[in-house]
């Protein structure tokens, strides 16, 4: 490991990582935003849509690249999301500027929901585990697929990007650990039908760094390697830093956060709080890791938000950089 040349600030300057340096990490990061979708979408008290729209351009003013706008599930199942034709027009001008603003689509009416409204880059959500997947989708495994095929091939017909999440990846609150060959077997069916990169979800934060770099090795075996891939964890044991870590380690440059450490899965209780979008780039600038993103305002942008829903942010760096009580 070897120091890198300070910043414009003192090393150990309050609000600035120590930088030192980490051989085989890749030199960039892109910080995949999911705060206003997975973030908000397990709120109880409905947050306003000019709020979320506020939000999303506060995100976008710190230098995030790709923040997950909205959902276009049916109001009755996520119903913080119900306002998705409200708010995605709101955002046109950032679209226009560059900013990317998936969205996702469960289903063909989501799709053409969001084909109306002009959006370039589409999700689909998918479960390694049958139980979840009934709970989720209410379909099996082989079901769901069958039902994105024909609206992944759609999408990509008209030209859109499409993101593939894939839940429950290492662990599932009902069937228990989940077995790596089949997660393997439901990624590569994803990415055969056309999904420009695959998220892997550890929906319930049971993954350790061995059992990710597993999964990776896996993976890359079977034709799917780190470039398809991002990685997308929860910190239910505390573990979501170290396997990001060691998803970058094995080739992964794609990390799923959320602001404030905001989120969960209305369909699985024991899924706890996103990784955290500013302790990620804490730990990603001190490794000299470049991710384009001012931490600063990331801090300031879920110092706000948690202001808007009454409540400290859980964020670590949050709590520590503005002083939360």
């Not at 870590?245 to 899924?271: I, K, M, N």
């Not at 942008?301 to 670590?316: H, I, Y």
Request: hydrophobic content about 45%.
């Amino acid at each position: 490991m070897t120091e890198s040349p300070a910043p414009a600030a003192a090393p150990g300057t309050p609000g600035l990582p120590m930088v030192v340096r980490a051989d085989g990490l890749p030199a960039r990061v892109r910080v995949h935003e999911v705060g206003p979708r997975d973030g908000l979408q397990n709120e109880k008290t409905v947050v306003p849509t000019e709020v979320k729209a506020e939000f999303v351009r506060r995100l976008a003013a710190a230098g995030l690249t790709t923040v997950e706008a909205t959902s276009f599930v049916r109001p009755e199942w996520v119903p913080q999301l119900a306002d998705a034709e409200q708010l995605f027009p709101m955002l046109d001008d950032l679209r226009e500027a560059g900013t990317d603003l998936p969205v996702l689509v469960p289903n063909a009416r989501g799709l053409d929901r969001a084909l109306a409204l002009g959006a370039r880059h589409v999700a689909v959500f998918a479960s390694a585990t049958e139980t979840f997947a009934r709970r989720n989708l209410n379909r099996t495994v082989a079901e769901s697929l069958a039902m994105f095929e024909p609206v992944v091939t759609r999408a990509k017909a008209v030209g859109l990007r499409v993101r593939g999440y894939l839940s429950m990846c290492f662990g599932d609150p009902w069937e228990g650990p989940a077995p790596e060959a089949q997660v393997v077997q439901v990624a590569t069916a994803l990415h055969t039908m056309g999904c420009d990169e695959l998220s892997l979800g550890d929906t319930i934060g049971v993954a350790t760094p061995g059992q990710v770099g597993s999964l990776l090795r896996a993976l890359h075996a079977a034709g799917v390697g780190p470039g398809s891939l991002a990685v997308h964890f929860h910190d239910t044991y505390g573990q979501a830093l170290s396997n990001t870590l060691a998803a970058l380690q094995h080739g992964v440059t794609v990390v799923d956060a959320s602001a404030g450490g905001l989120g969960g899965c209305p369909y699985a209780r024991s899924a706890t709080g996103n990784l955290a979008t500013e302790d990620l780039v804490w730990m990603l600038h001190g490794l000299g890791i470049d991710t384009g993103t001012d931490l600063g305002a990331l801090v300031a942008t879920s110092d706000w938000l948690a202001g808007r829903l009454g409540r400290p942010s859980p964020s670590r760096t949050v709590r520590a950089l503005s002083h939360q009580e």
